[in-house]
């Protein structure tokens, strides 16, 4: 079965960086798009970022420009290097997998990791 298994989240202070992986299994990596999604405590999940299988990406607004999603179709792993963190980014960090569809809306994505905790100190 399709596995998704998310690692490197940790605390950092305010203006540090983190790389996160997900390491895909039971899939055929790399016709599917991959995305990172993240949920904070009170709020409803929200999109990250996402990358194609050919290397087309997209960021959230709040992101762009400080993080950057990449892809190693060999390995069937997907990172989010995050760099210039902030407190506001502190949430359980989620990878998720959509074979179809470019979308941002978590509804489209078909399998999902079990999250890893980012906490960002101030």
């Known amino acids: 079965q399709v596995q998704l298994v998310e690692s490197g989240g940790g605390l950092v202070q305010a203006g540090g960086s983190l790389r996160l992986s997900c390491a895909a299994s039971?899939?055929?990596?790399?016709?599917?798009?991959m995305g990172w999604f993240r949920q904070a405590p009170g709020k409803e999940r929200e999109f990250v970022a996402a990358?194609?299988?050919?290397?087309?990406?997209g960021y959230a607004d709040s992101v762009n420009g400080r993080f950057t999603i990449s892809r190693d179709n060999a390995k069937s792993t997907v990172y989010l290097q995050m760099n210039s963190l902030k407190p506001e980014d502190t949430a359980i960090y989620y990878c998720?997998?959509?074979?179809?569809?470019?979308?941002?809306?978590?509804?489209?994505?078909?399998?999902w990791g079990q999250g890893t905790q980012v906490t960002v100190s101030s």
């Open positions: 990358m194609t299988s050919g290397g087309n990406t």
């Open positions: 998720a997998a959509n074979r179809f569809k470019w979308s941002t809306a978590s509804n489209d994505y078909d399998y």
């Open positions: 039971g899939m055929t990596f790399s016709s599917y798009k």
